[in-house]
């Protein structure tokens, strides 16, 4: 498999069990080597007290384009941590897209870097940066029942 088809692959089998992004209609629109690109319609109830868009929901919107870049190779890798600055609201009916770019991976660990911004092009909503720890397993072989109990 190339890199290219790995990654495919890998987000292939993670958004199918991303229920939180499915149910919140975030949809993968790129995805690469150490690099994916997610987007997202701010709806009425993603928005606050303010009339704008919620930060948890930026926030997850950022770490949903930073989880699968990370994954992109295929080995289950999740979050050690992860900090976001806003830098403009976010308001009802934008288009979100948030591009995560891997910035250097070393041992089990990385470190990704997400924008997010107000449909593409436009102007930056958010900046992520995103840590990164590798575990055992892969996205792309079947995993298999240790015998435990749920």
Do not use: W
Not at 22 to 31: A, D, K, N, P, S
Not at 109 to 126: I, K
């Amino acid at each position: 498999m190339t890199p290219d088809e790995t990654a495919r692959a890998a987000g292939a089998a993670m958004y199918a069990g991303d229920l939180a992004s499915q149910r919140l209609g975030i949809e993968i629109t790129e995805i690469g080597p150490g690099r994916a690109t997610a987007a997202m319609r701010v709806t009425e109830t993603m928005t606050n007290g303010h009339k704008v868009a919620h930060g948890g929901y930026v926030f997850l919107l950022a770490d949903t384009a930073f989880a699968f870049a990370c994954n992109s190779y295929g080995a289950n890798t999740l979050a050690a941590g992860a900090e976001i600055s806003f830098v403009e609201p976010a308001r009802l009916g934008d288009e979100l897209i948030a591009v995560a770019v891997e910035r250097v991976r070393y041992g089990r660990s990385g470190l990704y870097d997400v924008t997010v911004r107000r449909s593409p092009g436009g102007p930056v909503v958010a900046e992520f940066r995103g840590r990164s720890r590798t575990v055992a397993g892969s996205l792309l072989e079947p995993q298999t029942d240790n015998g435990a109990s749920p």
